[in-house]
Structure formats: C-alpha cells, structure tokens
C-alpha cells in the first residue's frame, strides 16, 4: 500500500514550526488561508481511523472534510469507504498500514474486544505504531480494558486516550457530537483541534480511563430514562391511557427532555431511525456499568434494573433493533400492545 501523500515525518516537524498562533488569532489566519487550503493541510498530523459504523463514517468524513489528511481501515461495507475515498482519503488493508502512516489513530468500534483485537491481533494497530504516536478509542469501552492497554502502549511510547461520544449519527453527519476526553493534559491540546472537527461540546473529564468511566455514567442515565419510559407507557397502556395522552402531559413539561422526544419517536410514529442507538449496545454497555461498580465496592441496584429491562430485549431479538423499542417488549411482557403504526401500518421490530 503506497501512501504517497504523505509527508516525511522531518518536514512534517519543520512545517509545525510555521503553524499559525494559537487563540483567536490563529483561527483568523485559518480561516482566511481556507480550511481545505494545501499549506495549512500539509502542516497538520496525518490521522488515522478504525470504525466506519453508524458513528465512525461521519466522524471520519468530518476529519477528512476539515483538512486532515486521513487513512482509514476499510471494511465489507462498501458505502462508507467509497465515500471516504472520493473526499480524498486513502484506504489501507490492515490496521498495522493505517498506524504506520498515522501519527494519531481514532477507533470507534462497539467495544473493548473488538479493540483489544484491533490493537493486539495479527497485522494490529501495535505492528505499526511509532514512538510520539496517540491512539484515541472513542468506543464505549470497560475502563478495566482501556488502563490495560494504556499501560501496554505506554511501554512503546505511545499514548492512549478515551474519547467516547454522545449523541447520534445525524450529529455525527453534521460535525457537532459530543465528546468527554480522560487523556494527559498536553495529550490533550494535541488532540483538542482534531476532535474539534467532529465535536461541537468537548469536556476534558480528566487523565486516561475517565472518559470511558464518564460515558458508562452518562449512559446509565439514558438507558435508566429509557427503562422508566417504557415502564410507564406499558403501565398507561394497561390503565388505559395510550401513547398519545401520556405524551400531552409529558412533553412541553417539566419531565421532557430531548432523549425522551427522539425516544418516543418510535412509540408515537413508528421512526426506527429516531434513536439508532442498538439494543445490544446498550445491553452491552450496562454489563461494563456493573463491572465498574463491581470493581468500585459499591451497590448498584439500579443499574442492574436497567440492564435487567435490556436484557430481556435483548434475548427477545432481533439483532436490528434500537434502545426505543424497549417499549414495545416491556409492554408485550406485561400483556399490552405498544407496537406502533405508520401510515396506517403497524409496524415490526
């Protein structure tokens, strides 16, 4: 694999000396230079990324859109790669390529194994890394994994960061997720303007590990709105108050929210694509919540609730199903139907 777009690492370095100030003043002169423009473009690190999912592809397009000179892992899925290429990325075959032609390495897989595969596997991200190098796992991923393998990189001189996002693809389309960062401070505002062309909220939450530890939390709160949600439409429905009249109270109120909106958007309209957060995610992530509370010596009640309600969703199947059709089998469970219609068609999971 040819990346002749590259540039030698040692004028790379010289360029960097010339990069404008940092601060207001230096995002005027990029401005005026033009964020595509060749001899801002040539000064900036070559990113790599792993993980052209439902979030990844859009984070990648962001990165490579602003300016950054990209290489990506290409996958069966054609779409995303094709698309990537005609914005003038290039593909490699294995992670060990894209680490070898990166300075800074994204993942956004589903989690920690899938990592740990990506970084250690045969032709892995290790194979290729250099010394100064940063990889950035931006997946949802067990704490416990993520210091392991900060202390396995570390050996190597590279550094290991989280970057876990928020929100859903059609932010990550638009360039304006959010993103909660554990990574040293220096490594940090080395990565602040990358993450920025993806990112609309940055939260440095703190040192490696805390990002994904933050996440974990964040998602707890969520899936938890998510199972009191449709607990409750499946109790309104048995009491006789449908979907429709429950919402009147709830939504403008003081109860609304923006997850409970596009969570609702499948109860209410039959929109699969409202929240297009899985399921099986969700199950996952709140296995690796039990875990850290586990490891933390602390009751988690709660949490094991929530992950319960997912579960039996998620043993019910199919694969393709998202976190607001909980409602549908919360509700089947207790002997009520919440399936929605469309147009006058009900709908299927």
Same mark, same amino acid.
């Given at each position: 694999?040819?990346?002749?777009?590259?540039?030698?690492?040692?004028?790379?370095?010289?360029? %960097?000396?010339?990069?404008?100030?940092?601060?207001?003043?230096?995002?005027?002169?990029?401005?005026?230079?033009?964020?595509?423009?060749?001899?801002?473009?040539?000064?900036?690190?070559?990113?790599?990324?792993?993980?052209?999912?439902?979030?990844?592809?859009?984070?990648?397009?962001?990165?490579?859109?602003?300016?950054?000179?990209?290489? +990506?892992?290409?996958?069966?899925?054609?779409?995303? @790669?094709?698309? /990537?290429?005609?914005?003038?990325?290039?593909?490699?075959?294995?992670?060990?390529?894209?680490?070898?032609?990166?300075? #800074?390495?994204?993942?956004?897989?589903?989690?920690?194994?899938?990592?740990?595969?990506?970084?250690?596997?045969?032709?892995?991200?290790?194979?290729?890394?250099?010394? *100064?190098?940063?990889?950035?796992?931006?997946?949802?991923?067990?704490?416990?994994?993520?210091?392991?393998?900060?202390?396995?990189?570390?050996?190597?001189?590279?550094?290991?960061?989280?970057?876990?996002?928020?929100?859903?693809?059609?932010?990550?389309?638009?360039?304006?997720?959010? $993103?909660?960062?554990? @990574? !040293?401070? $220096?490594? %940090? $505002?080395?990565?602040?303007?990358?993450?920025?062309?993806?990112?609309?909220? &940055?939260?440095?939450?703190?040192?490696?590990?805390?990002?994904?530890?933050?996440?974990?939390?964040?998602?707890?709160?969520?899936? *938890?709105?998510?199972? &009191?949600?449709?607990?409750? /439409?499946?109790?309104?429905?048995?009491?006789?108050?449908? !979907?429709?009249?429950?919402?009147?109270?709830?939504?403008?109120?003081?109860?609304?929210?923006? %997850?409970?909106?596009?969570?609702?958007?499948?109860?209410?309209?039959?929109?699969?694509?409202?929240?297009? +957060?899985?399921?099986?995610?969700? +199950?996952?992530?709140?296995?690796?919540?039990?875990?850290? =509370?586990?490891? =933390?010596? &602390?009751?988690?009640?709660?949490?094991?609730?929530?992950?319960?309600? %997912?579960?039996? $969703?998620?043993?019910?199947? !199919?694969?393709?199903?998202?976190?607001?059709? /909980?409602?549908?089998?919360?509700?089947?469970?207790?002997?009520?139907?919440?399936? !929605?219609?469309?147009? *006058?068609?009900?709908?299927? #999971?």
């Amino acid at each position: 694999m040819a990346f002749h777009n590259r540039l030698p690492t040692a004028i790379r370095e010289n360029l %960097f000396q010339h990069r404008p100030p940092a601060g207001r003043a230096g995002a005027d002169h990029q401005q005026r230079q033009g964020r595509n423009d060749m001899t801002t473009t040539a000064a900036r690190e070559n990113i790599g990324f792993i993980g052209l999912g439902l979030m990844g592809h859009g984070i990648a397009k962001n990165i490579v859109d602003k300016g950054y000179p990209l290489t +990506f892992l290409g996958r069966k899925n054609r779409k995303p @790669a094709e698309d /990537l290429i005609g914005r003038g990325a290039e593909e490699a075959s294995t992670s060990r390529e894209v680490a070898a032609a990166s300075d #800074i390495v994204f993942i956004c897989v589903t989690g920690s194994r899938e990592v740990e595969a990506i970084i250690r596997g045969p032709s892995g991200l290790k194979e290729g890394l250099r010394k *100064g190098s940063v990889v950035v796992d931006c997946s949802t991923s067990d704490p416990v994994s993520t210091m392991a393998l900060a202390a396995e990189l570390e050996a190597l001189g590279v550094d290991y960061v989280d970057a876990p996002l928020s929100r859903t693809p059609k932010e990550a389309w638009e360039g304006t997720l959010d $993103a909660m960062v554990g @990574a !040293p401070d $220096a490594v %940090f $505002a080395r990565l602040k303007p990358v993450i920025e062309t993806w990112a609309g909220r &940055i939260v440095h939450i703190g040192g490696t590990g805390d990002g994904h530890r933050m996440k974990l939390l964040n998602n707890f709160i969520s899936l *938890g709105y998510a199972a &009191i949600y449709s607990e409750a /439409l499946a109790l309104a429905e048995k009491v006789g108050i449908s !979907p429709p009249r429950f919402d009147s109270v709830i939504r403008n109120g003081r109860m609304d929210c923006g %997850f409970y909106q596009t969570f609702m958007r499948w109860t209410l309209d039959g929109d699969r694509d409202a929240h297009k +957060f899985s399921v099986a995610n969700a +199950f996952k992530d709140l296995t690796y919540l039990e875990s850290m =509370a586990g490891a =933390a010596g &602390i009751a988690n009640p709660l949490g094991n609730a929530t992950k319960n309600s %997912f579960a039996t $969703a998620f043993a019910a199947g !199919p694969a393709e199903q998202y976190v607001p059709m /909980l409602a549908t089998h919360i509700g089947k469970l207790n002997g009520v139907d919440l399936m !929605p219609s469309k147009d *006058g068609v009900k709908q299927k #999971i």
